[in-house]
């Protein structure tokens, strides 16, 4: 394991000496993906790192041939066969045999104890999360010990990327981008919202395996259009049968997963060529996003960029149309916590940390435009992970 | 709201008062559209339904145009937006009313305590649990009262499909099947198992939506292809870049999701004329697939259908490589966990029992072959929600 890779498993296990953590035990998929690098299909595999190290994965036998031995001692176990054991007995064999071997018991072990919003492991038609009986079973194993939510601990360290972190990130936005790209050249009067999604998803599933080392990928688009559509797209709106016509705005928000790696991007089209209004609302946007990113270097506030990007709407007179924040985390998920780029946000800015930069407007009657590109904050100012947009 | 619609709730709502529970608050997204027929964009709406009367159904604004009034008294709140309140701010002060209006201080309540696998909701990019802190809250407000964990009953009564049920599932099965069968059309050696997945996944997206009714489709296709990728099927394999030969074993795991409502196919397909052995064996398993569907009849056990299909593939040789269950339980979920059809299985089968009817077996060198179809437990034997498949 090179040792950019292992970096980000060193940088972990330091924190948790500070938190005097012995060990975490990761079930989230993005967890497990962080330590071991490797997206479990169906959301049953366990990581659990000591404070010196390799981590253990624990993964059932028929995954085993996606892990990598680099990152992890990989455990397989029997599960879902006839053959096989029940889950909750294998992970208790497991579980005990760490405590046994690491001499864990009476010593401070991390674990999940409060998430909520989570990645999706491969399998995103049956996500698997720890909950009642997981946190029933690290009950009663540590019972003498002292459980404790390394949920924080997680966030901080994740929201540092490594040189492996951000080339990952920077495939993933590559697929995105391509797919999004080719299906902009097809977009013409008669599609559908939902047609112009599923084409974009399409390209993402049949083009992104095998494409610069990519493994296994989704994508998640919805798209809006129009006056109303394109209004709507604030937040998640569900693409919808409406067809698009000529000069609509048509909104693009897409998720992109490769291995785990997250990419979170909204493009903008207009159906055939777009009105002077269009342009200079679009072009005003811009400009507003370019100067949210222009403030994303190392020691500059979480509010920062926010306030560069309002300050170009009002002069544009727009800014009343801005709804809601600039940008998040992402990388691990589709939206982490860390940094958080929004009005009264607290927090400094650090090397190493991506975040998306969308200001978006919503114009009632005329249609909602957001720009969004996942940039990271390089040692001299930003670094745009997907590619920078043009003028209209 | 039809007495069909209505009776899914009112069979909940008398099994609430059997356990003397005064009131259910559901957030997985499952049992918030069994109780409102409406399926979560975002995850974090939150069903609560008294014992007698209508449920209240809380919901982001930007959602509320998918709800149905019918079904649920409808209550958005703002969330996602600068001038909104934090989300669990807003929990707390939906759940305070429904205790002060519903009288709750002191009674038994249910909530979702030991949920692991769950239903997706519609953003499937990023799934929202109710974990650590819903869990938290609850506690707090409950605590003069009983909380009681509702998974076993809701499981219970979500066994038992209603005509309103089967016929959105109908749909579910009707979407997967053109998608496949139109694919099917055009397979042919070259095409890479990720590229078929995709392909069936884009008609599903791009046709879905508005057939019979559908509103918000997603699918995600799973290809295993040739003697040794159809062999990995018996779990879920990810589709790979293995290009596709003539007379290839291919294997097409399919879940679909419309409006919250699951389908689970397995179909098989030859590159080309399937071989003469290729055709016994698949005849064979066919053969053992339609003994299975045969023994769901109200009052057969769970063990039969499971029983009867080895007994066919014993006779024809094959049962040592037939090495998992026979079926499971669909409709709110990929996998319910009611009925369970395996060896050992302990149950009954009652009429309006849905189950997948699914048995695979898997040849080292050779391939492996799996059927699965939806099927319904009938007053008089089983109706097939998919379409029974024909010898080759």
């Known amino acids: 394991m090179s040792a950019n890779r292992r970096l980000r498993v060193e940088n972990l296990q330091a924190l948790m000496a500070q938190k005097d953590l012995s060990a975490l035990v990761c079930r989230l998929p993005e967890n497990v993906v962080y330590l071991t690098d490797y997206w479990p299909h169906h959301g049953i595999s366990v990581a659990v790192l000591p404070r010196e190290g390799k981590p253990i994965l624990f993964v059932p036998e028929v995954e ?3 892990t990598q031995s680099e990152w992890a001692e990989v455990v397989p176990f029997g599960w879902g066969l006839l053959k096989d054991k029940e889950l909750y ?3 208790r064999l497991l579980i005990d045999s760490v405590v046994a071997s690491w001499n864990l018991k009476g010593k401070k072990v991390g674990a999940e104890l409060s998430f909520e919003v989570v990645a999706p492991s491969y399998r995103i038609a049956e996500p698997v999360v720890p909950s009642g009986p997981w946190n ?7 019972a003498e010990s002292h459980l404790v939510d390394a949920t ?3 966030h901080e360290v994740r929201a540092i990327k490594t040189g492996y972190e951000i080339e990952k990130l920077r495939i993933a936005n590559s697929i995105a981008e391509k797919a999004i790209q080719s299906t902009l050249k097809e977009l013409k009067p008669g599609i559908t919202e939902t047609q112009i999604g599923a084409l974009i998803e399409y390209k993402i599933r049949s083009e992104g395996p095998g494409f610069q ?3 296994l990928v989704r994508a998640e688009a919805e798209v809006g259009a129009g006056p109303v559509g394109s209004t709507k797209g604030t937040l998640l709106v569900p693409s919808t049968t409406y ?10 928000e897409l998720a992109t997963m490769v291995d785990g790696y997250f990419s979170d991007l909204t493009y903008m089209a207009v159906v055939g060529e777009p009105s002077p209004r269009q342009k200079e609302v679009h072009n005003a946007l811009l400009e507003a996003q370019q100067a949210a990113a222009r403030e994303l270097y190392p020691g500059n506030s979480f509010e920062a960029p926010d306030r560069a990007a309002r300050e170009v709407l009002k002069r544009a007179g727009l800014d009343t149309y801005f709804v809601h924040i600039t940008g998040h985390g992402v990388g691990m998920r589709y939206h982490e916590p860390i940094p958080l780029l929004a009005p009264g946000a607290k927090g400094v800015l650090q090397e190493g940390m991506v975040c ?4 978006g407007i919503y ?3 005329f249609g909602g435009l957001r720009i969004e590109d996942n940039v990271l904050v390089g040692a001299n100012g930003p670094i745009f992970l997907s590619t920078p947009r043009q003028p209209w």
């Open 64 to 66: 085993q041939e996606y």
């Open 89 to 91: 007995e294998n992970y």
């Open 136 to 142: 029933t079973l690290l009950g009663e194993i540590f």
């Open 152 to 154: 924080p601990v997680l």
């Open 213 to 215: 080392g990519a493994k």
């Open 243 to 252: 067809r698009v016509q000529e000069r609509d705005l048509v909104m693009i």
């Open 356 to 359: 998306s930069v969308e200001p």
């Open 363 to 365: 114009i009632p009657g």
